[in-house]
């Protein structure tokens, strides 16, 4: 393929790829389950941040992975670097066990927060401009109803951007 | 294994891990290396995020993904939703077009930030604070002079922790 081929071909493909085409979907945690399955959810699925969803399937909070962690580290420990060098062993395993039976509810921020959504509708470049704006590598799909329909993560983006990206 | 069994354990291992115990080796890039290599880098390691290193190999910033696709994304972009939808499919193509030969160096904040790093000895409690603390899924290990010696990724920190996290 020529250069100019390539361009035409990727210039075609970015003005008319919307977010629908690449969102895939993920599993979804609610502001009712435990932090310990929400993080294992993560885990499992090797997902870069977390969606927590109402009753509705609507997107409350789309939470990146490095959040999801804030949500099971104890506040002392995230402000404090000394403290958390004096953790000795006998101490250390409270990071886990104190997890308990505490919610994501209990844990994400008060205020409320417009989560990190598009439209299906949306390009690819709307998409990259809110994960770079926002700071987040995971962004929530919706429908007109404000439902959930997938997700795109940052990983997926850049692949799909990539395949018709400059050449090196 | 009891509970008890299972905690004493899970104690022992986490106190006696180090974040040097978990660390892998990634690919690296310099201020030197153009932005569209540094996505290419990120997308084929499939990593959450880049560290960016001097000619002596130690860390001068690491990016989360998120802020990688931040280097690639026109500002005018990541401000203003409005002028995003605005692009036609003729324009759309800038995206990565107008990329370049622009440096990573030509994209980072002047400011000079300290990059998310810990010592090969900290404790894994001590690299999760410091990933929810400073909001990066990537977290650069360094030696006594500062040199890298791996990264840890949430992913894998996640891992390490849940082998031996409470049950659910």
Chains 1, 2 share one sequence.
Do not use: N
């Not at 020529?2 to 969102?23: K, N």
């Not at 844990?107 to 439209?119: D, G, M, Q």
């Not at 509708?121 to 990259?128: G, P």
């Not at 995971?138 to 959930?148: K, T």
């Amino acid at each position: 393929m020529t250069a100019q081929a390539r361009l035409d071909r990727h210039t075609e493909w970015v003005g008319f790829m919307q977010a629908r085409d690449i969102a895939v979907h993920v599993p979804t945690v609610t502001m009712e389950d435990r932090v310990a399955k929400a993080v294992g959810v993560m885990a499992i699925s090797r997902l870069p941040g977390l969606i927590v969803v109402d009753a509705l399937s609507r997107p409350k909070w789309v939470l990146p992975g490095s959040q999801v962690l804030r949500l099971a580290v104890p506040e002392a420990y995230q402000e404090d670097p000394a403290l958390v060098r004096t953790i000795d062993e006998a101490h250390a395993d409270r990071f886990w066990t104190e997890l308990g039976d505490r919610t994501v509810g209990d844990c994400v921020p008060r205020s409320p927060s417009r989560p990190v959504t598009v439209h299906s509708d949306a390009t690819l470049l709307e998409v990259a401009a809110l994960m770079a704006r926002q700071h987040s590598p995971l962004v929530a799909v919706v429908d007109d109803s404000g439902a959930l329909v997938g997700a795109i993560t940052l990983d997926r983006l850049i692949t799909s951007l990539a395949v018709f990206g400059p050449e090196e």
